[in-house]
């Protein structure tokens, strides 16, 4: 074990007694939940027989992109358990909304421990997962060993490494190389991930495409959609999409540049963090301009100038009554909210300078021109790059025809991808009738995995627990 995986350990362990505490700060923001705060130290398992696969999705977009991908696995295998973990109470709220009722009794959730070596233990010795598979871009260092020394096969899914993320990865080259070395098999989401991750030393790695690429179309409640668009009538609206600290100032400044020229016009903030309503709707009025919350259960009226959106689950409503959309995290050194969300609902798209989170889909944009890019680091010069941009699509509704249009024939439907990474997880459950125990399972085999474009096999799906509907955890 290297040095810094050493030091991440034992700090770790040092840091165990002064947790709870950090615990108890993100419990008092709505950040955590008070019953089930010790799953945060590996406690609460209850594990079901049969085989079991344990997917981990860090936030909101992990989880979401990981949707179609649950859909596939338990459609292929009825006898197997699905456990996910998260690590925010919003992507659990997320689940409640979004997972088909079918699945609800397929899929315990659970919140996942911290990175605390006897946490982590206790953790993966409760549940036993036969199969593990990590999303995007979640190195736990005390996890993944972990995970590695019970012999466990690991999955990074639908994996993300940034030429940023990769540079500072090698200040720490044998802690990367050690924990890439862990992962059975790594399959990115482009080519230029894969070489990142294969030059930190992962072995078996394939580029089989982006999950989110998969995604259908964000939900939108079909009354709660016809209340909306019943409310703002026909007045232009500029959405700010997935909304980070920093934007927010920017988007309402423009909306003072453009007010006057564009009657009625509406601005509608969705923050990332719905949490931020009540700050964001005391920015709008200390700009002088009237707003309204939608949590409070109110609609937009005649008067209302900004309609902060601060609720879980509804930005598919938000881009189906918006004119023009500012795709969030991008007006700051964030690296981006999801371009293709707006792209499937035919809504013109404008885009920050920061955009390294969807490298791939930002570029097919542009060159279709399915997007507009604002130029500028300095607030000054994106909130003049920002009102001519909406000016533009605002003033000629053509124009935002042509965009949306354009970012639609971008958006690769990658209907089979879901599948073929079910196929690669499913195909390293061990055989039916063997024991299921991590620590006496013999490791994959690694050749055999790597033989085709996402080491793909037909799966022989395990028997242990029949095929009954498995219980249904706390979701």
């Not at 590695?148 to 540079?167: C, D, E, F, K, Q």
């Not at 924990?179 to 482009?190: K, N, S, Y």
């Not at 009102?387 to 509704?397: E, G, I, P, T």
Request: proline fraction near 9%; include cysteine; hydrophobic fraction near 50%.
């Amino acid at each position: 074990m290297s040095l810094a995986a050493l030091a991440w350990r034992y700090g770790a362990s040092l840091a165990a007694p002064l947790l709870p505490f950090y615990l108890r700060h993100r419990l008092a923001r709505g950040k955590e939940l008070a019953t089930r705060l010790e799953e945060r130290r590996g406690s609460g398992a209850d594990r079901p027989p049969g085989p079991l696969i344990w997917l981990h999705a860090a936030s909101l977009g992990e989880t979401l992109s990981i949707l179609p991908l649950i859909e596939a696995l338990a459609e292929r295998a009825p006898a197997v358990t699905l456990l996910l973990t998260t690590g925010t109470v919003t992507s659990l709220e997320l689940l409640d909304k979004r997972l088909p009722p079918a699945l609800r009794a397929r899929v315990l959730h659970r919140f996942v421990p911290l990175d605390v070596p006897r946490w982590v233990a206790s953790f993966l010795d409760g549940w036993r997962p036969d199969v593990a598979a990590l999303v995007e871009s979640e190195l736990w260092p005390n996890l993944i060993f972990a995970v590695r020394a019970r012999a466990i096969p690991l999955v990074l899914v639908n994996g993300r490494l940034s030429a940023r993320s990769a540079r500072r990865w090698r200040l720490a080259a044998g802690l990367g190389r050690a924990l890439m070395r862990a992962f059975t098999l790594v399959l990115a989401q482009t080519s230029g991930d894969a070489e990142r991750f294969a030059g930190l030393g992962a072995r078996a790695v394939r580029a089989p495409g982006n999950l989110k690429d998969s995604a259908p179309p964000l939900p939108a409640e079909p009354a709660a959609l016809a209340a909306l668009r019943a409310a703002i009538g026909d007045r232009p609206v500029l959405l700010a999409a997935s909304t980070h600290p920093g934007e927010e100032a920017i988007v309402l400044a423009a909306h003072r540049l453009l007010a006057p020229d564009i009657p009625g016009l509406l601005t509608l903030l969705v923050p990332r963090h719905p949490e931020r309503g009540a700050a964001l709707a005391k920015l709008a009025e200390e700009a002088g301009l009237p707003v309204r919350l939608r949590s409070t259960g109110a609609l937009p009226g005649p008067d209302t100038a900004v309609y902060v959106a601060d609720t879980l689950g509804e930005l598919g409503l938000a881009y189906r009554v918006a004119t023009v959309a500012l795709v969030g995290g991008s007006l700051v050194p964030h690296g981006g909210q999801n371009p293709l969300e707006p792209a499937r609902l035919g809504c013109p798209i404008l885009l920050g300078p920061w955009t390294g989170n969807f490298t791939d889909p930002v570029a097919r944009l542009l060159a279709a021109g399915g997007a507009l890019r604002l130029e500028g680091a300095e607030p000054g010069a994106l909130l003049a790059a920002l009102a001519a941009a909406a000016r533009a699509v605002l003033c000629d509704s053509k124009y935002g025809r042509n965009l949306a249009q354009a970012a639609a024939a971008t958006v690769a439907p990658a209907a089979d991808l879901p599948g073929e990474v079910a196929e690669a997880l499913l195909r390293l459950l061990p055989e039916a009738g063997t024991d299921t125990a991590a620590e006496t399972r013999p490791g994959p085999d690694l050749a055999s995995v790597a033989a085709s474009p996402v080491g793909l096999g037909l799966h022989r799906s395990g028997t242990q627990g029949g095929s009954r509907p498995l219980e249904r955890g706390p979701v």
